[in-house]
């Protein structure tokens, strides 16, 4: 999900509209619109008055290897033509015929749903294809007389242009429904780490974070927000009660955590009685096993040993000048592994009797343990800043080879979750993504948290008080694998198939040139290693010097944004949703070049840096990753 300016400059610079620039932003999506239709698929009527209804919107013109931010009314037959309540959202990015494309080939990279008429962001999704679905009982209010605008960013990964359309599938309980009267409407709180930037993103690098090899967001940065303006905070209006949320986060994100802050607040809830240690029990007992069980181990391998000896002298009696002396001494070997077997047997029985009471307090002891464990599982932990936590939305990977790719999908809370909150109370949204596997460029830390007024629902005020009760839970999947993310690329093939292109470490240098190098038609025109004869190879410069990439004139004009991003060598293997990834021995990264637009850096010139050491290096283009080259430094 990468929400950032419009297509427009007549849009608003955030990537919230509110709604006293509605008539702007409406002349901006005229245009962008003009040529969409709205249809209605199916509609289907479920239990307790709910209509299920698939809406489409489009055919949207996706131009080759595009990766804009758009606005987009969401009018006439594209929503319900009655008021009423949503209780669920469910996404899709679909082909004509209703298909759903790979991801490795273009991703539904964010929609956001808002109501422009009461300024708020009620639904949002990424290429994780989140659904939302409200506890029952609770509904978000439409009426037919409100505006609602789209928020999309379509990423195409490929030069060819396709047409696609936007689908999303609503429950909605219309007001002239019987069940409609006791619906509670529940509201919509955004929480971002970088909440009102123009596109809220950071940058997670390799290696960043503490020792686990994770990286969290703000609380991990250094200096993330200016003085005064903490991003990722919200303040509860009124007071009421939390029911929902679920995070978002990019490919490498683990997972969203979400806090309460009351100023003052401590925990107010009972303590649990002192744990009662069974440690002067158990260790005499079990230093006492642990004898009993070394005496006979000891024993055993006297008796082994004396087997041992015994099988030797019986090999040889028959040549043995004394048959006899022979057999006393086997005699003897026999006497005394009997008498060790005697003491073998009297030492189990001890230990049997040991340890029948050391079960007995282990069993007492473990008890003790789980009772305490349960007790202080209800109390919520409350650091020195009177910050509590709600929920950690937990990023569940498919993808085998881990948290690098968008095949997962988050974990949301379920259907009983409440939170007591307070007007004045703050949220707090914190986002954790790996470090030891690659960077991770562009990262997200977004919630949608859905709560309710006392005003509405009296029962609000009986909700579990965080500084009470532990609210904290694991939650419920938000769904299983997506088909469309089994992409996964990173192969080989027979006789190397399935390779973009040579090992680039293996090729001849290229010219001894930094550049500039002119990047046009998907390619990097020079030490591009698909491509053949000399353009392929690796061009060359002294240690101390840079190469230069710079977008063709062409690209900026059609808006085919690219990034020049270090990754593994040689980094010729199949493109898919978890290859190539950026992570290259030495970090190198451009940005998404390109003029000033989000999701740009706003330069369409980049240079790598001049200290890398002797070798060849390898990148690739995040943004359309079947690009790859290679440069050499000597």
Known sequence: MEIGKAESSAVPGRWFIAAGVFVAAVLTLLAVANGARAEILKTEVLPGGVQRTTYRIGPVDVTPGQNRIAYRPIEGASRPAVDGWITRIKPDLVYEDGSIPDSSKVMFHHGVWINLSTNEQFYATGEEKTILDLPEGFGYRYK????????????????????????????????????????????????????????????????????????????????????????????????GMLIATTGHVHTGGLSTDLYLRREGATYQGPNCPERISYEDELKPLQQKNDSLVARINKLKQKNAKM??????????????Q??????????????????????IAMVNRLRAKNKIQLDKVKATDKAERERDAACRGTQPSVDDGNRVHLFKSTADYFDPRGPISWDMAMVSTDNDWRVRVKAGDKLELQTTYETKRASWPESMGINIVYWVRDSAYAAAANAPDPYVTNVAQKGVLNHGHLKENEDYGGETGKNGSKLVGPDPTKLPDGPETGGPFTISGFSYNQGDFRLPGSAGRPPVVPQGQS????????????????????????????????????????????????????????????????DLKKGTYTFFCRIHPLMRGAFRVK
């Open 547 to 610: 190469f230069t990439f710079k977008l063709s004139d062409s690209d900026i004009t059609n808006e085919v944004w690219h990034s020049i991003t270090s990754c593994a060598a040689p980094c010729n293997k199949s493109t898919g949703i978890s290859y190539p990834i950026p992570n290259g021995e030495v970090q190198f990264e451009s940005g998404q070049m390109g003029p000033g637009k989000a999701p740009t850096v706003g330069y369409t010139q980049w240079s790598t840096p001049s």
């Open 307 to 320: 087997t041992r000896t015994q099988q030797k002298i019986q090999r040889s009696m028959k040549n043995h």
């Open 322 to 343: 004394s048959k006899s002396k022979a057999k006393s001494l086997i005699k003897d070997i026999k006497r005394r592994k009997k008498s060790n077997s005697k003491t």
């Open 144 to 239: 037919t007389d409100e505006g609602w605008l789209l928020n999309d960013m379509i990423h195409n990964l490929t030069p060819q242009a396709m047409k696609l359309y936007f689908e999303y599938t609503l429950d909605f309980i219309p007001d002239t429904a019987a069940e409609a009267a006791g619906i509670v409407r529940a509201r919509p709180i955004w929480m971002d780490v970088q909440n009102g930037s123009i596109y809220p993103v950071f940058d997670v690098w390799r290696d960043s974070g503490g020792d686990d090899g994770e990286f969290t967001y703000p609380e991990d940065a250094t200096n993330p927000y200016p003085p005064g303006n903490q991003k990722n905070v919200k303040s509860i209006p009124a007071n």
